[in-house]
């Protein structure tokens, strides 16, 4: 290659660094759309179903829940103090939605849930539950009260981080301990098919024991939205 050539490669090295820099930047790019600690009160956008306003507070710590008899599997669909919110658009570009979640529970399927939720018969879930006597966390589908269990996965501690990773009609539930700060997928499904109804973020708090008091305690929820 001649002299020329040469410091003519050289001198397009700035242009083609800033052309390759844009595309990087410009792949995957992470907006977003929604935070809240619930450190002293809930933020904006939230409401209850069937709420039970002396079972939940806000502190200095997050939003913590009385988890109380009830239930959302299946068809029983009496658990208080659901707490629901809109979520943005996810048909086109992915949306992740985090939560850190602290709770030992001691009660069969004793549970708190990030979710997907339709209605009180359709949802996806992820959550730390007790099932069996040990402590998991369970992915789980429901569409019009029929249930299926996506993932049960044994867990090592009680505070976990979960994320639903939702786009078109896929999500997808990953989870991470501050022991190892990785994410691990928990598993993968479809969304309930549920003409008109718009997908809500729920946090769904249940099947605690009835005569004795089990607060959980949520916090750093956030929702993002990763564009393509």
Not at 68 to 87: C, F, H, I, T, Y
Not at 125 to 147: A, C, P
Request: with cysteine.
């Amino acid at each position: 290659m001649s002299l020329g050539l040469c410091l003519a490669v050289m001198r397009m090295f700035p242009v083609i660094f800033s052309a390759l820099a844009y595309v990087f930047c410009s792949l995957g790019q992470e907006e977003v759309v929604f935070k809240d600690t619930f450190k002293g009160a809930l933020g904006p956008g939230w409401s209850w179903i069937r709420e039970h306003p002396g079972a939940w507070r806000t502190s200095a710590s997050g939003l913590e829940v009385r988890i109380e008899p009830g239930n959302m599997w299946g068809s029983q669909n009496d658990a208080k103090n659901v707490l629901v919110r809109a979520l943005p658009d996810f048909s086109t570009n992915q949306l992740e939605i985090s939560l850190s979640v602290s709770n030992a529970p001691t009660h069969q399927y004793e549970q708190v849930d990030l979710v997907c939720f339709f209605d009180d018969s359709n949802m996806v879930k992820l959550g730390e539950e007790l099932v069996d006597g040990k402590l998991s966390i369970v992915m789980g589908r429901e569409q019009s009260d029929k249930t299926r269990t996506i993932a049960i996965v044994p867990l090592d501690s009680a505070s976990v981080q979960l994320k639903l990773s939702l786009k078109g009609v896929t999500i997808g539930g990953h989870f991470r301990t501050s022991e190892t700060n990785v994410w691990r997928e928990a598993g993968q499904c479809d969304l309930p098919a549920i003409p008109g109804v718009k997908a809500l973020l729920s946090l769904q708090f249940y099947q605690g024991p009835g005569d004795v008091e089990h607060w959980a305690r949520v916090s750093d929820l956030k929702i993002v939205k990763v564009r393509n």
